[in-house]
């Protein structure tokens, strides 16, 4: 069984719902956002935009902000798309992260990740007062 990369899988869907491939701009050797928002550079000028919808992990969503922030034109309004995360049975939402074990350790864990990053200069750090 071969199981395709996620960014085709999504580029296939796309396309199957009436997106016209002339539209989609995609990069393919990222790893991880930051690799994903600094080759998006090399292949589409952010400058013209006005808006941005980024897809991910309700509870990512403030890193994956960051990220964007860091590289991209401060003109941009972003939009999140967020998604619910499951994990070993656990709903990780917005609404519900608290109230379970894992949801509490990686929401913890993604504050972690974004004062590190910060630190790093990968990331727009959070103002601490």
């Not at 069984?1 to 085709?8: C, D, E, N, V, Y």
């Amino acid at each position: 069984m071969t199981i395709k990369p996620r960014r085709t899988f999504i580029i296939d869907y796309l396309i199957s719902n009436g997106v016209s491939p002339q539209q989609i701009v995609y990069e393919k050797s990222s790893t991880n956002t930051l690799e994903n928002v600094k080759f998006a550079l090399n292949v589409f000028d952010f400058s013209q935009i006005k808006s941005l919808m980024f897809i991910c992990k309700s509870h990512a969503t403030g890193r994956q902000l960051r990220t964007l922030t860091k590289y991209l034109p401060a003109t941009i309004d972003y939009i999140p798309y967020t998604f619910n995360a499951e994990y070993s049975g656990n709903i990780v939402s917005r609404q519900e992260w608290m109230n379970s074990d894992i949801g509490q350790s990686r929401v913890w864990g993604e504050y972690l990740r974004i004062l590190h990053y910060g630190q790093k200069g990968d990331i727009t750090p959070l103002k601490m007062n």
